[in-house]
């Protein structure tokens, strides 16, 4: 098992279902002035914590940025826009 997969059994975390979406590259950065990665990065809604990693889809993710209200829980930056479409919007399970 991955040791961050770990950290995070042991902080205690317990997995919940949202619902998330995906973008691609913009060419800004984000609300931390960070610049989005691909498979890293991910923006939340407000009324979720930023600058903390969260475990979704099997994966950690930093989140770094908000997104607008729009009734999805997580916007996770991808490769590209093929990636993104072939994404969707998914219900996930979160750490």
């Not at 995906?22 to 990665?37: I, L, N």
């Not at 940025?65 to 009734?71: E, I, S, T, V």
Request: with cysteine; proline share 5%; hydrophobic share 40%.
């Amino acid at each position: 098992m991955p040791i961050a997969y770990l950290l995070l059994l042991a902080l205690g975390n317990v997995p919940h279902p949202a619902v998330a979406s995906a973008y691609s590259y913009t060419g800004h950065r984000t609300a931390t002035g960070e610049w989005p990665r691909a498979g890293r990065t991910c923006a939340v809604r407000h009324g979720l914590s930023m600058r903390r990693w969260y475990w979704i889809h099997g994966r950690l993710w930093w989140a770094n940025d908000r997104m607008p209200k729009n009734g999805r829980d997580f916007d996770l930056c991808l490769s590209s826009r093929h990636a993104c479409d072939r994404w969707g919007v998914r219900r996930v399970w979160v750490k």
